[in-house]
Structures are given as structure tokens and as C-alpha cells.
Antibody, heavy 121, light 107 residues
């Protein structure tokens, strides 16, 4: 079955970086793009960026431009999200979510289980 | 960005009752690319509706979506105990993708 399995919880100090992985299985990796979305405690979902798993193209939210990098390893069918210069406001659950790459916008049909990132000194 | 505003914030209902949730967009949602998700505590969201009115695979027919342009709604015809959760709308027609702030359906 389709699975998106994310890496475990992280605790980081302000100014550090975090890299969260999203390992996929159960489907053809290049046929679905991957998005990263975060949800701070008690807050709304925030879209961070997207990667085409087929050709590696990326697009990022202006809010995170310059601080976030999304990459993929096609041999490992895994997508990564790195966030740098962490601040306390980056404390959130980070989700990967897949979108069918069919040439038009599509909904996020499967989500990872979420990774809690805590930024604290 | 296309801001989505959901109402009400909380809906207090009993099992068997009908729930109607609203989602209003600040700009027209391109091609009605609007989805609804259900989220339970400590779980990832699960898609219920996409394309404003299409039910996702495995979703019971008591869930229905409607609307177009800037006004959308999710209706749960008869609430089951497992339906008490938080519901979010999501537009994916333009980047950045955006989400409503959620409606909590509680007993």
C-alpha cells in the first residue's frame, strides 16, 4: 500500500538546521510530486514548498525562500526538506504530502505521519 | 495569496444530526481546485473531497461538497461518532497553496 514515512522528532537550538526525510513506498515515485506543509501548535497549516520528483524542479513559499531546500533521492524514493536558521517560531509538525503529477493542479491525496520539530535553547 | 476563511469555528452537534461547514476564499478558486480534509488529534489529515465535490476513495457518501468560485461548503448528512474532528478546506489551484483555519465539529 501507499506509504509516506517521515523521520523522527527533532529538537534543535535556535540558529541550527534540520533535515526531515519522507520515505515513500507502494507507488511509482516519479508520478507524484511532493509538498511540505507545517502546522505550528494551535495554528493553521502553512505550505512551504514543492518538488517535482520526476525532474527535481522546486518551488518555495516566499515566506521560506532562502531558508528551505527540498530535494529528492530517486534511488531511495525519498524526499527531504531542510530548514535553516531555525527560530522558536519554527516549532511545528512538518508533513510531506503527495500530489499526482498529471499536468494540472491536484489535491494532496496522502500525507506522511508528521515530524515534530522543536526549536528551543 | 488566496486566503480561505472557514465558518463557524466550532460546531456543536449530536450524532445523527446534519453538519454544514463553510469555506470562503478571498479570490476565485481556479477551476474549483478545492479540497476538504478531516484531521483527528495526533493524526495526519485525510482527504474527504477534492475538486469541490468529488469524494475521495473510500469516503462514505454522507460526506458531500459543493460550491464554486469563492464559496464552498462541506455537508455531513448524518454525523457518526467517528466524524467528530477538525475539518480544513484547502485550495490547490494557485501557489502558495492555502488552507482555512479549520472548523471543529464537537459533541
Amino acid at each position: 500500500q501507499v506509504q509516506l514515512v517521515q523521520s523522527g522528532a527533532e529538537v534543535k537550538e535556535p540558529g541550527a538546521s534540520v533535515k526531515v526525510s519522507c520515505r515513500t513506498s507502494g507507488y511509482s515515485f516519479p508520478t507524484y510530486s511532493m509538498h511540505w506543509v507545517r502546522q505550528a501548535p494551535g495554528q493553521n497549516f502553512e505550505w512551504m514548498g514543492w518538488i517535482s520528483t520526476g525532474n527535481g524542479d522546486t518551488k518555495y513559499s516566499q515566506k521560506f525562500q532562502g531558508r528551505v531546500t527540498i530535494t529528492r533521492d530517486t534511488s531511495a524514493t525519498t524526499v527531504y526538506m531542510e530548514l535553516r536558521s531555525l527560530k522558536s517560531e519554527d516549532t511545528a509538525v512538518y508533513y510531506c504530502a503527495r500530489e499526482e503529477a498529471n499536468g494540472r493542479p491536484d489535491h494532496f491525496d496522502t500525507w506522511g505521519q508528521g515530524t515534530m520539530v522543536t526549536v528551543s535553547s | 495569496e488566496n486566503v480561505l476563511t472557514q465558518s463557524p469555528g466550532t460546531l456543536s452537534l449530536s450524532p445523527g444530526e446534519r453538519a454544514t461547514l463553510s469555506c470562503r476564499a478571498s479570490q476565485s478558486v481556479s477551476s474549483n481546485y478545492l479540497a476538504w480534509y478531516q484531521q483527528k488529534p495526533a493524526q495526519a489529515p485525510r482527504v474527504l473531497i477534492y475538486g469541490a465535490s468529488s469524494r475521495a476513495t473510500g469516503i462514505p457518501d454522507r460526506f458531500s461538497g459543493s460550491g464554486s468560485g469563492t464559496d464552498f461548503s462541506l455537508t455531513i448528512s448524518r454525523l457518526e461518532p467517528e466524524d467528530f474532528a477538525v475539518y480544513y478546506c484547502h485550495q490547490y489551484g494557485s501557489l502558495p497553496a492555502t488552507f482555512g483555519q479549520g472548523t471543529k465539529v464537537e459533541v
